[in-house]
């Protein structure tokens, strides 16, 4: 069986030729790392820990009494969390088909009691909105609730009410499309730069290209993201 320093080594080494792949040019691996967390999600959610594996791969490379004896042996934890990083470095998690679902549109000129409806029997609470092909906005329940804050006085036809009147109180740009094969990680730096900007967006929505003429694939919330 082979010694959790071997491990280490042989997995250090995998994850320093995909750091090279990715920012395609010969470098050393902790200013590869200190480039990369600068544009790659992966990298700089994991930059402390790939830094501290450098120092510890130093410590072993450059400390070793002979070939056969290690100055010291990685905890089991270590090389479990490793090879964590290593996966998602390599194979990251996707935002499809991990978030693929049937998206429940609707159409400006539907009724907010339908809509009302699919929020009490399926517990949806994010919607995207088109009139034919062109998406008009996402309504939430925040954006509902905007709504009738501006009609308290003067609700005579509640159910009646059309939902392109509803999106006229929403919030613009709660939303942001985003390509079916960005990362888990790329996701949620989205959602933390728009707080960053001072728009707290509500949803992701995904489609092939990110492009709002395309089908949409799936949805993504705040919530979504810390669950995951």
Not at 78 to 104: G, N, Y
Not at 141 to 170: H, M, S, Y
Not at 207 to 216: A, I, P, Y
């Amino acid at each position: 069986m082979a010694k959790n320093s071997e491990v280490f080594l042989t997995t250090f080494t995998r994850i320093e030729k995909e750091l090279k792949a990715l920012l395609k040019k010969e470098v050393g691996f902790s200013r590869s790392v200190k480039i990369l967390r600068r544009r790659n999600p992966i990298v700089k959610r994991y930059a402390e820990d790939l830094l501290e594996y450098a120092e510890l791969r130093n410590a072993i490379v450059h400390n070793k009494i002979n070939t056969n004896y290690a100055i010291a042996e990685p905890h089991d934890t270590v090389i479990d969390s490793m090879k964590t990083v290593e996966k998602e470095l390599i194979q990251p998690r996707k935002v499809f088909p991990l978030f693929a679902s049937d998206v429940h549109t609707f159409e400006v000129n539907d009724r907010i009691s339908d809509l009302l409806q699919v929020i009490n029997e399926k517990g949806f609470t994010k919607f995207p909105i088109y009139e034919g092909n062109k998406f008009r906005g996402l309504i939430s329940q925040k954006g509902i609730t905007n709504w009738l804050e501006t009609r308290a006085d003067n609700i005579p036809q509640f159910n009646e009410t059309l939902l392109k009147e509803v999106l006229a109180c929403v919030q613009r740009n709660n939303y942001k499309f985003l390509k079916s094969n960005a990362s888990v990680y790329r996701a949620e730096e989205i959602f933390k730069e728009q707080i960053g900007k001072g728009n707290r967006i509500e949803a992701l929505l995904i489609t092939r290209n990110s492009s709002f003429k395309e089908d949409l694939e799936g949805i993504i919330t705040n919530w979504d993201i810390m669950k995951v």
